[in-house]
């Protein structure tokens, strides 16, 4: 029997996203991302329960400011302590593990999908996953953008408006697009 396409899309596969399968799990992810949006704060508490149960990790301390914003939310693992604020956007088609006392300024976006170069490909839905790590006690500045396959090292700060396309080591500081080391004046 054919590897179903989420399955493709779990093992780093081409796949199509227009498929009934994902499209019903996508569904879920925006029913519990719309509890999150719309809850009063006093009952969303740290994330809406909905969004808690889907998250594949949520650790202890950790908090999503609202409004957020997930593909499928099965892949987001967050450690203990992680905070994202206001309008981040995570679209997990692949695994995103955040790692302890990690924080993401407001409208921060981390896209695991990377679309088929292919007009016609492209047109049929295909795209592929890749996963995303971010280490511990990393700080990701305002509207920085996360691209597919890209791991951010212990202890490293990403300025704001940065656009990550390549992994960044422990301890270092990248600005820009594409985000590169900060130079000092």
Known sequence: MAPSEREKMAAGEWYSCLDDELDRLRVLAREAVHSHNTLA???RGQAAPALIRLFAGFGEGAFIEAPFHCGYGFNITLADRVYLNAGCVI?????????AGSMLG??????CAEHHKDR?????GLEVARPVTI??????????????????GDGAIV???????RDIPAGATVVGNPARPATRK
Do not use: F, H, K, N
């Not at 407001?106 to 896209?111: D, K, L, R």
């Open 41 to 43: 704060p006093a009952e």
């Open 106 to 111: 407001p409208a921060v976006q981390i896209y």
């Open 120 to 124: 016609a490909s492209r047109a049929a």
């Open 91 to 99: 679209l997990d088609s692949a695994p995103v593990i955040i790692g």
């Open 159 to 165: 300025g704001a408006g940065a656009v990550v396309t």
């Open 135 to 152: 280490g511990r006690d990393v700080w990701i500045g305002g509207a920085a953008v996360i691209l597919a396959g890209v791991s951010i």
